[in-house]
């Protein structure tokens, strides 16, 4: 019998899963430079693409959207930590234009 993988589309792009037994935790970010205001979203996954978590958040008072990649970056690694997953893959979202 063949193995499925999972197949998840994620802004146009296809979501790859970890190997083994890794969770992977993908991270995107957006920013507002008028309000000065950022969003970060976090979803961690197992290797048969279940969700183990979703996360969201707003910062206010941010000073650049390389803040808000820092803070989403940042947000991911303690969840990761908190979690105590012993096998993580952290990954960001980065578009190209």
């Not at 790859?16 to 309000?35: E, I, R, S, T």
């Not at 961690?44 to 000073?63: T, Y």
Request: charged share 20%.
């Amino acid at each position: 019998m063949e193995e499925k993988v999972p197949k998840i589309k994620t802004g146009g792009r296809e979501w790859k899963h970890p190997p083994g037994q890794f969770v992977k935790v993908n991270f995107d970010a957006a920013y507002d430079g008028n309000l000065r205001q950022s969003a970060v979203g976090i979803v961690a996954r197992d290797s048969e693409g279940n969700s183990l978590l979703s996360f969201i958040e707003i910062h206010h008072q941010v000073a650049s959207a390389f803040a808000t990649e820092a803070i989403a970056c940042q947000t991911t690694t303690q969840i990761g930590m908190n979690m105590q997953w012993p096998n993580i893959i952290i990954e960001g979202m980065h578009y190209q234009s």
